[in-house]
């Protein structure tokens, strides 16, 4: 059961993030959905949020649409459902954009290997974020068009020397699988940045692991964001939340990124609660109560791979993980109620 939604003072928000699983097999067919009031899956995913009821949500798997359509009319279900959500914000992901290039050596192009992210059409598997609060849209910083080959420590080189990509790839291969952006929004007289990023799965490869390491390094560009090796440093409070795809714990993949991430003493971990309190050492024992995705056989199970990590000068209220709906998705909502001073 999602706690209580608090009285809001100008200051106490809820942040959430959901993985809501939408993505369809091709452009349009989502909005079909959505705007028929009928498919199960979209009424359980605007069920889900309308009970949580986040002042803020950032939203990974849904499909993007120029005109964000598919965006507002799911917006419009949530409403029905008794959340209204005016704000909503959406730019075009690297998920299907075409590259012209064979990047998975399949000997064809333009497919969905060869797009700068998965994806069978652009904007496959997007993201977007709702909100109550006012998007100062104007000021938004999009890290999606950063190079793969320019991040700092990047992951390029195999172990034996050689180079992970040609580069005619490297030349052109951006690092964010679907996107990675921050997202000013005013909070009374404050403006609280939302760092959002929906990062790609370390399975799916061979045994040179590129899946492995472009997660690995799509998690570690926030910190080098913050450093500001990026471009400006943005100032906090800020918000990081999204699908990292990674379990600190279990499961494949390369976890000293989202180890140093969890461990910075710029974030704080509210160790989300479920079923009781969570105990100071849970996030680093694989403890289920943290899990917010269940993926069944053969497949990898049950994970921890969704974060909302508030910068450390936010006082966190309250924290929890909405009790999953299988006919929404998977993954299961995670919220955070914030005190932004």
């Known amino acids: 059961m999602v706690g209580a939604w608090p009285v809001l003072s100008e200051t106490t928000i809820r942040i959430a993030t959901f993985n809501t699983e939408l993505a369809r097999s091709g452009p349009g067919l989502l909005l079909r959905d959505i705007l028929s009031e009928e498919d199960t899956q979209v009424e359980a995913v605007a069920r889900v949020i309308a009970t949580a009821r986040p002042d803020v949500i950032a939203l990974q798997g849904i499909d993007y649409d120029h005109d964000l359509a598919a965006l507002r009319a799911l917006a419009g279900r949530i409403a029905h459902h008794g959340l209204d959500m005016p704000h909503a914000f ?19 192009v333009g497919r969905a290997r060869d797009a700068q992210g998965y994806g069978e ?14 998007i100062l849209t104007e000021d938004v910083r999009d890290l999606s068009g950063i190079l793969w080959r320019d991040v700092p420590d990047a992951l390029l080189q195999l172990e034996d020397g050689t180079a992970l990509m040609p580069d005619d790839v490297a030349d052109i ?54 450093d500001g090796k990026l471009g400006t440093t943005p ?16 499961g494949e993949g390369r976890k000293a990124a989202i180890r140093r991430l969890l461990q910075d003493e710029r974030f704080v971990d509210p160790k989300a609660m479920r079923d009781g309190e969570v105990t100071e050492t849970a996030a680093h024992k694989g403890d289920p109560r943290l899990d917010t995705v269940d993926w069944p056989a053969p497949e990898p199970g049950s994970l921890r791979v969704s974060y909302i990590l508030p910068s450390a000068d936010l006082a966190v209220m309250d924290s929890g993980i909405l009790a ?12 955070v109620d914030l005190l932004v001073k």
């Open 90 to 108: 959406a730019l075009r992901p690297n998920a299907g954009m075409a590259t012209g290039l064979d990047l998975d050596g399949d000997g064809r």
């Open 121 to 134: 059409f652009a904007g496959q598997g997007g993201m977007a974020v709702l909100s109550r609060l006012p």
């Open 173 to 226: 291969q951006r690092l964010s699988s679907v996107a990675q952006w921050d997202i000013p929004m005013r909070v009374s007289d404050t403006t609280l940045r939302l760092l959002t990023f929906h990062a790609s799965p370390p399975v799916f490869d061979g045994p040179e692991d590129r899946n492995g390491r472009r997660n690995h390094d799509e998690i570690g560009l926030w910190l080098h964001y913050l």
């Open 235 to 250: 100032e906090a409070p800020f918000v990081l939340a999204g699908d990292a795809n990674l379990d600190p714990v279990d």
């Open 324 to 335: 999953g709906d299988a006919e929404a998705s998977r993954h299961r909502l995670v919220w």
